[in-house]
């Protein structure tokens, strides 16, 4: 039903009686953010600062903080404890999954001063931590794996400082990324980086 | 013909009464759906066989082969599933959101079943005989699986867990209690146990 009034709401044409409305509902919106049209907000203690959250997104969270961000169209945002992000752009067709069983104690996804481009995918059985990072499009960040006997394997993401993320990168639970770092497209980050530079795994070969 | 059986199963699929939409499907389309299967709204079923028993189809899948045969077993919405010959799985196998399985032509390709599971987004290519064996999992996304042109069959033993993003040939043959690594390429037979993979993490020099 919450979900349903919000989809309502955000189908008003006029932002003012938008945003009014919304904290009449106890979600927290300040003046200067912008919501899109079929927009679902569903959650715990939500606060939307100088923000915008453009048309057909959907997130549904606890603890939700949004400060000086744009989150563009079609991103999906699902069952997170702790959202919070910063400073951020984040592009079209995202999706924020996180895992049914988990998601009420160990998943958190935080944004700090970040970029993400198009259709990434973030799986949240576990946290993320972003900051100061430019991701661009089809990435995959897996928070959950299996090993050889098949017993799951669950593992913060945390990728900090001056990162650059170029398309088509899978990057495996557990992974830390040190400062300074470039990782080209289509590479598998199956560990840790701890020293700057470039990274690759995959190479084309003449025989 | 075609195109009507296409229309009366799109039709039917819109009717909210789960009871009379298998029982209109027996009738009309001589398929044979027990009464504890499941068929969601917006599907296009259009198969000259089919045997559906304890089975679930979700919302919004377009199904066009030659013969299906489903036996405790799930697809999720929006698959696409057409063009090969036959489709046979049991034993709580699940087909999940978004995939595309699909072959080139309607008289050969078949695929089987037996408690193995595709996650979503996998393109499915079925142009020989595709068998997946028990505890058989594609995870992730955008897989592409049983690609290529052969008559050699393609067969997944026991056990074997696929990351995302793979690529498999088709004609490969993987032996029992196998983890494929994400991103990998499998474009040969694997015999022995353990885990596999085929990109490693490399600093390019400056």
């Known amino acids: ?207 | 013909m075609q195109i009507l059986k296409i229309i009366i199963s799109l039709i039917i699929s819109l009717i909210p009464h789960n009871f009379l939409k298998v029982k209109l499907l027996n009738f009309f389309l001589s398929y044979k759906i027990d009464t504890k299967s499941k068929i969601g709204f917006f599907n296009i079923i259009c198969i000259n066989k089919v045997f559906l028993q304890n089975g679930e189809i979700g919302n919004f899948n377009y199904i066009n082969i030659q013969e299906m045969n489903l036996l405790d077993t799930k697809i999720s919405n929006f698959n696409r599933i057409y063009n090969f010959n036959i489709f046979e799985t049991k034993n709580f196998s699940l087909v999940g959101s978004f995939n595309i399985i699909f072959g080139k032509n309607k008289q050969i390709g078949v695929l089987k079943m037996n408690k193995a599971q595709f996650t979503t987004s996998h393109i499915i290519e079925v142009n020989n005989e595709f068998f997946l064996d028990e505890d058989v999992v594609f995870g992730g996304i955008n897989s592409i699986i049983n690609s290529g042109k052969t008559l050699k069959k393609t067969k997944i033993s026991k056990n074997v867990y696929f990351g995302s993003s793979i690529f498999l040939a088709a004609g490969s043959s993987i032996c029992e209690k196998v983890l494929v690594g994400s991103g990998s390429t499998i474009h040969k037979d694997i015999i022995a146990s353990g885990l596999y993979t085929s990109n490693t993490l490399k600093k390019s020099i400056l």
């Open chain 1, 1 to 207: 039903m919450f979900k349903l009034l919000t989809l309502l709401i955000s189908l008003i044409p006029l932002q003012k009686i938008k945003i009014i409305l919304y904290n009449f509902m106890g979600i927290k919106i300040c003046k200067k953010s912008k919501i899109g049209f079929f927009v679902i907000i569903y959650g715990r203690d939500i606060s939307i600062k100088c923000s915008t959250l453009e048309s057909l997104n959907f997130v549904s969270a606890n603890n939700i903080l949004l400060t000086d961000t744009i989150i563009k169209s079609g991103n999906f945002i699902n069952n997170i404890n702790k959202l919070e992000i910063s400073s951020s752009t984040i592009g079209n067709l995202n999706k924020f999954i996180a895992g049914k069983k988990n998601y009420k104690e160990k998943n958190n996804l935080i944004i700090k001063s970040s970029e993400i481009f198009n259709n990434n995918l973030f799986d949240l059985t576990s946290s993320i931590y972003l900051e100061k990072v430019k991701i661009q499009s089809f990435n995959q960040f897996w928070t959950h794996g299996f090993d050889v006997y098949r017993k799951i394997k669950l593992g913060d993401i945390e990728v900090k400082n001056n990162i650059i993320i170029n398309n088509k990168v899978i990057v495996l639970p557990g992974i830390k990324l040190a400062n300074d770092i470039t990782i080209q497209s289509g590479t598998v980050v199956h560990k840790s980086i701890l020293e700057k530079g470039e990274y690759y795994s995959s190479l084309i070969c003449k025989f």
